[in-house]
């Protein structure tokens, strides 16, 4: 199943398929966020936006907004 | 220019680079100890940091004195904030002075993969460089291991494995650096299978010395907008040829990423092993268990915040006073040994004076940088951006605002020079723009003499003092100001550099004495050196203002108070504070109250009132001094004495009273919305770099606070 990143729930990962053009994509993509990577849900802050997932072995914060541009394919475990 | 080998010349330039909280800082002070030097990038607010430290290699004879450029961290070749177009300016402009011979390239060992983004960019762009594999502790700790030699045979440069905290592999770098530096043979990427390789052939005559990588980045950043659009021959020329190949930046940036990572992963894969055993539940999981907790985190951030106001209202009083005392026995030394005249009165009233404004400020930026600096170095600060964002975001402030913002309540002096932890522009620029409505504790003497004055000390709604309960409200109307103002601002403000949000929250690090030592270290001598001049130079203007009158106007007031019968009924103290009082009325800081006054009658401020609103200026509590000798007072420092005159003063024509309930209160709101801190104005200045800022915030401040006292008084007396 494909969805958003800002729809994944705490401890869900998804592999990333494609992210919605725009400079925001490329920002993404040099931070580690290119096609084929394993994101993890993290944590979310207290008030629910930002988001943290770990991402190619560290730690991003983006918001929900920023997250709903990156597309990935839910892993179906746990 | 870069050579083949660099080590023919005595002196070279490397610049240290890498991704943010790559330890950079860290690794930067181990290699260059005290011997470094701050300033800004010409023309930008980013702050250029160097250092040099000498190499002995024992093949050449000659000591190498190497020339070591902090460069801001990016995570990417590809500029999108100040910071990074810096670096890229830096790095890809061979025509730039600080145009490196080699670089260091930085890396946090545990995130090898990210960090490669970075360096293979260096790398292909064909500076001679060294990769660092930094925080490589941590990635042991993290069960990671990484094989060296593969990694610096793929990538075509030298690794060396450090530990800047504890200063392991330093010495190891130095001797690369001496011995085996060298451009890269090999590039990761080849540019050609994305780019019209005519293109590239095209603009590689422009630029003979560049890689074909080179040649991109040089194509890539000219199809964009810059900040240092330099103009120039070169420039003309590849614009057009960008445009005759019809060149798609978006999409060869694009394609370039994906394959620069595909390539990075490969790499990742070849030379790190997980041993699955020890990849045991992090240190840093753990403590964000508790620092972003629903509850705990806000409760501990808020402790956090308390220690912090604390600090700045409670502890720097102290050697903040010890300063002033010291300015004062200098000055009156001064009084005693100096000729009386023009020049001693200049050099004592108006430079000491000013010095003191400025020396007096260094305890508080030292606290609140210390501070600042603590909790970036533990990886705390990115926590509390996390925590804060949702509620800082509707009115245009991102979550790193907090900080600088609130501590604004002390003084907006450090609070501003702290905003550049704030990562968008605008974020920045709106908490910069706002900060001074934060009631600082220059205001706290002129409100507290004002309520004194004019709000009855009894309780309220049985409970609560009156007094007290006003003192709140202007607290929080600064606040509210601050706020709503803000949200005005996210509107209005418009920069050309998009914000993201997006970052990294790095591992937990205990903070490093020597890091946060050379942050306030930094920090202060940029104030003194910077906002300092204009604070001194304005000082002088305030003291020729108030020192001088028209002629012949203090040469009366001399002769008039001279006379046998005048001098017999006062004692010579308050004879002297008379003659002060009329000086201040005759001088040109009197004749600009006079003029002031049909501009702030409609406020209920007569023209004594301007005065002080002129003095004000060198800092807002000097309200209470000028108006102790506007009614010469006995005793400055004897409040009671000032209030009592005050109370009594009244239209020497109608026989009103002045400071009347409706006018009090109106001078209180003028001081909580008016920009009258010259230090402030001069530090907003500082840190814009451009004069619109601060002469905007002056107007707009004072337009509001005009409104804000006139509705106050109509609807009041």
């Known amino acids: 199943m494909i969805i958003t990143l800002d729809k994944l729930k705490k401890g869900e990962s998804g592999v990333i398929v494609s992210l919605t053009e725009g400079e925001q994509a490329l920002k993404f993509m040099e931070m580690g966020c290119t096609p084929g990577e394993e994101v993890t849900l993290d944590s979310i802050a207290p008030l629910g936006d930002p988001i943290a997932v770990l991402v190619s072995g560290y730690k991003l914060i983006l918001r929900r907004t920023e997250a709903a541009l990156i597309n990935v394919e839910l892993i179906n475990e746990r | 220019m870069r050579k083949n080998s660099i080590i023919s010349s005595r002196t070279f330039k490397v610049a240290l680079l890498g991704n943010p909280n790559s330890g950079k800082s860290t690794l930067f002070n181990a290699l260059t100890g005290m011997n470094q030097h701050t ?89 001679p460089s060294i990769f660092v594999l930094n925080m490589i502790d941590f990635a042991s700790a993290k069960g990671l291991s990484i094989d060296e030699d593969k990694l610096s045979h793929l990538l075509g440069v030298p690794v060396v494995s450090t530990n800047a905290r504890r200063k392991t592999g330093i010495d ?30 095209e603009v590689k005559k422009i630029y003979p010395k560049k890689t074909d990588y080179g040649v991109y980045q040089a194509i890539n950043n000219q199809a964009g907008i810059s900040h240092f659009e330099a103009p120039s021959e070169k420039a003309a020329e590849l614009k057009r040829l960008i445009k005759e190949y019809g060149y798609d930046k978006h999409k060869a940036q694009t394609s370039m990423t994906i394959e620069r990572y595909k390539i990075i992963t490969e790499i990742v894969k070849e030379c790190v092993s997980v041993n699955e055993e020890q990849k045991r539940k992090s240190f840093s999981a753990r403590i964000d268990k508790a620092l972003t907790h629903r509850v705990w985190g806000y409760f501990i951030f808020l402790l956090i915040l308390f220690l912090i106001f604390q600090s700045i209202f409670f502890i720097a009083p102290y050697p903040m006073k010890a300063i002033e005392f010291l300015f004062v026995k200098i000055s009156e030394l001064g009084r005693i040994y100096l000729p009386s005249g023009e020049l001693s009165s200049l050099l004592i009233n108006g430079i000491l004076a000013g010095l003191s404004g400025v020396v007096v400020f260094v305890p508080q930026i030292a606290l609140l940088f210390a501070f600042i600096a603590i909790l970036e170095d533990t990886g705390y600060m990115a926590r509390v951006s996390f925590l804060m964002d949702r509620l800082m975001r509707p009115v245009g402030l991102n979550g790193r605002s907090v900080i600088p913002l609130m501590s604004g309540v002390a003084c907006a002096v450090p609070a501003i020079l702290g905003t550049r932890v704030i990562p968008g522009r605008k974020e920045r620029l709106i908490t910069i723009l706002v900060t001074p409505f934060m009631s600082c504790s220059a205001r706290l003497p002129v409100y507290t003499l004002l309520i004194s004055l004019v709000i009855p000390a009894k309780l309220a ?207 209180m709101l003028f001081y909580a919305f008016a920009m009258q801190c010259m230090s402030t104005l001069a530090v907003v200045y500082h840190e814009t770099k451009k004069l619109k800022y601060p002469v905007l915030q002056f107007v707009f401040m004072g337009a509001l606070a005009w409104l804000a006292s006139f509705a106050a008084y109509q609807l009041l007396k």
């Open chain 2, 172 to 201: 190891a770098l130095k001797k690369i650096l001496a011995t085996e530096l060298k451009r890269s043979e090999k590039t990761l990427l080849n540019v050609k299978e994305f780019i019209n390789p005519y293109l590239i052939d």
């Open chain 2, 461 to 667: 709604l049985g409970y609560f003092n009156m007094q007290g309960l006003v003192l709140m409200g202007l607290y929080l109307l600064g606040f509210i100001a601050a706020i709503s103002v803000a949200a005005l601002l996210k509107f209005l403000i418009r920069v050309k550099e998009k914000s993201y949000f997006v970052m990294e929250m790095p591992l937990y690090h205990l903070p490093k004495l020597s890091v946060v030592g050379l942050s306030v270290y930094q920090k202060v001598k940029v104030f003194l050196l910077e906002a300092g001049k204009i604070i001194v130079i304005i000082s002088i203007i305030l003291w020729f203002m108030a020192s001088h009158g028209m002629p012949g106007a203090f040469s009366r007031i001399d002769k008039n108070f001279a006379n046998g019968d005048t001098v017999k009924k006062y004692t010579p103290a308050q004879l002297n504070n008379l003659i002060s009082g009329e000086k201040l009325k005759a001088s040109f800081a009197g004749d600009a109250g006079r003029l002031l006054e049909p501009v702030i009658k409609p406020l209920g401020f007569n023209w004594k009132i301007g005065i002080a609103l002129i003095t004000s200026f060198a800092a807002r509590e000097v309200f209470v001094g000028t108006m102790a000798t506007l009614y010469s007072a006995d005793n400055e420092d004897n409040t009671m004495s000032i209030r009592q005159k005050m109370a009594a003063a009244a239209d020497p024509l109608t026989g009103k009273k002045i400071y009347t309930a409706a006018a009090g209160i109106s001078l």
């Open chain 2, 39 to 127: 300033g800004n990038y010409p023309g930008v607010t980013v702050e250029k940091i160097s250092g040099g430290f000498v190499l002995q290699d024992g093949l050449n004879e000659a000591p190498l004195l190497v020339n070591l450029l902090d460069l801001p961290g990016t995570y990417s070749l590809y500029p999108k904030t100040l910071d990074e177009e810096v670096c890229y300016n830096v790095l890809c402009d061979d025509d730039n002075p600080d145009c490196p011979d080699a670089a260091i390239i930085v890396a946090d060992a545990t995130n090898l993969r990210r960090n490669l983004f970075l360096a293979s960019q260096i790398i292909d762009i064909g500076i």
